[in-house]
């Protein structure tokens, strides 16, 4: 037999309150949302910038020099960051701007059982946007390095086979889908489990199990932004190699 409470779950999966600005309908929640994750990133980035000392760092500035050094190592590897110094600015604040949209929803900020402040990530006009805009600069990186877009589409295209010349554009298509989509899939996984265990079990359970999965969501938000700046050092990697230094 059904318990009441499990008759009741209203979970709609992709509705999103919205704003209608002239003629466009604007995702309200993934708007504001954005927008203080913009504001923490600007005001941690100005909190470093005014406590920076060559001395014992404090706990913000450690974490920014952990995760500059691991980029830029990880550029240093891949590209040289001679080649591409603007990438280690560029990928360190991709990760922190998606590392504070993931973990926005772990604050507890619901009014009527709906969050207030959902990941951004988790909807899909925030993700693909991200994704194309590394798609068109990597390739204007490649077309710089070229020297010319012409030249830059020679180097992608003579990177296969001549009969399957082709497949390249299927290829770019594939990776500009899947590098939006694996951050989009596990942020939206993860609130959606989050609506699911409290529309299923009482508050005086159900807020235990929450709050559990809310701090292995934390570390899934931590390890998609990485993915997510690690793919973009490589396909800019692949996008300005020279065939010469094979």
């Known amino acids: 037999m059904t318990r009441p409470f ?30 203080v994750a913009s504001v923490i990133l600007i005001a941690v980035g100005l ?6 000392t060559s001395g014992v760092p404090n ?5 920014f020099e952990t995760v500059t ?28 701007f998606l590392l504070i949209c993931n973990w926005l929803g772990a604050l507890p900020l619901h009014i009527g059982g709906t969050d207030v402040l959902p990941p951004p990530t988790s909807d899909v006009n925030l993700v693909y946007p991200l994704a ?56 939206f996984a993860g609130a959606l489990m989050i609506e699911v265990i409290a529309a299923l079990l009482p508050p005086y359970v159900g807020w235990a199990l929450n709050g559990g999965w809310k701090l292995f969501d934390l570390f899934i938000g931590a390890v998609q932004a990485f993915i997510f700046a690690l793919l973009t050092i490589i396909y800019f990697s692949q996008a300005t190699e020279l065939r010469e230094e094979h």
């Not at 600005?21 to 929640?29: A, F, V």
């Open 6 to 35: 499990l008759a009741s779950i209203n979970i709609n999966v992709g509705d999103h309150p919205q704003w209608h600005i002239l003629g466009l309908t604007l995702n309200s929640d993934t708007v504001t949302s954005t927008i």
């Open 47 to 52: 909190f470093v910038r005014i406590r920076i």
């Open 59 to 63: 706990g913000v500035q450690l974490f």
């Open 69 to 96: 050094k691991f980029l830029r190592d990880q550029i240093e590897a891949t590209i040289g960051v001679r080649t591409a110094p603007y990438l280690v600015p560029f990928t360190l604040i991709l990760f922190m």
């Open 132 to 187: 194309l805009l590394v798609f068109v600069w990597k390739h204007a990186a490649g077309a710089k390095r070229h020297h010319g877009l012409g030249r830059q589409i020679v180097h992608v295209v003579k990177g296969h086979q001549a009969a399957l010349a082709p497949m390249w554009i299927i290829e770019e298509i594939s990776g500009l889908m899947s590098h939006a989509l694996r951050l989009f899939g596990n942020l």
